[in-house]
C-alpha cells in the first residue's frame, strides 16, 4: 500500500485548508485510514479516523468540530477538511492506513503552517 498526501501550505488564523491521501496498492485490505500530525517540540499526535466498514469517524479533542474526515471510495482518497485553523494546528501532517492484519502504512507528510 501506498500512501500519496497532498494539499498542506501557509494559511492565515481562521482559514481553511484541506489535505487529500490518496491510496494505491492493496487498498481492499485496508481498515482504518486517518491523519497523524506532528508539532514542533510536541509528540505525534492522531488527528482523525475513518474505518472502511461503517465511515464511523473519530476526532481528537482540539479538533473536533473544525476538521472533518471523509472518503471517496471511488479515487481511493481520504480527505481532512480543515476549518478555522489556529496556530497551534501548525504541524506536519501524515496520512496513515491500517490493514485488516493491523500493519500500519505512513505516507510521507505534508506542512500545514498556520500564522496569527
Known amino acids: 500500500v501506498q500512501l500519496q498526501a497532498s494539499g498542506g501550505g501557509l494559511v492565515q488564523a481562521g482559514g481553511s485548508l484541506r489535505l487529500s491521501c490518496a491510496a494505491s496498492?492493496?487498498?481492499?485490505?485496508?481498515?482504518?485510514m486517518g491523519w497523524y500530525r506532528r508539532a514542533p517540540g510536541k509528540e505525534r499526535e492522531l488527528v482523525a479516523s475513518?474505518?472502511?466498514?461503517?465511515?464511523?469517524?473519530h476526532y481528537a479533542d482540539s479538533v473536533e468540530g473544525r476538521f472533518t474526515i471523509s472518503r471517496d471510495n471511488a479515487k481511493n482518497t481520504v480527505n481532512l477538511q480543515m476549518n478555522s485553523l489556529k496556530p497551534e494546528d501548525t504541524a506536519i501532517y501524515y496520512c496513515?492506513?491500517?490493514?485488516?492484519?493491523?500493519?500500519?502504512?505512513w505516507g510521507r507528510g505534508t506542512l500545514v503552517t498556520v500564522s496569527s
Open positions: 496513515s492506513a491500517v490493514r485488516i492484519d493491523y500493519v500500519r502504512y
Open positions: 475513518i474505518t472502511s466498514a461503517d465511515d464511523s469517524t
Open positions: 496498492g492493496r487498498i481492499f485490505s485496508l481498515n482504518v
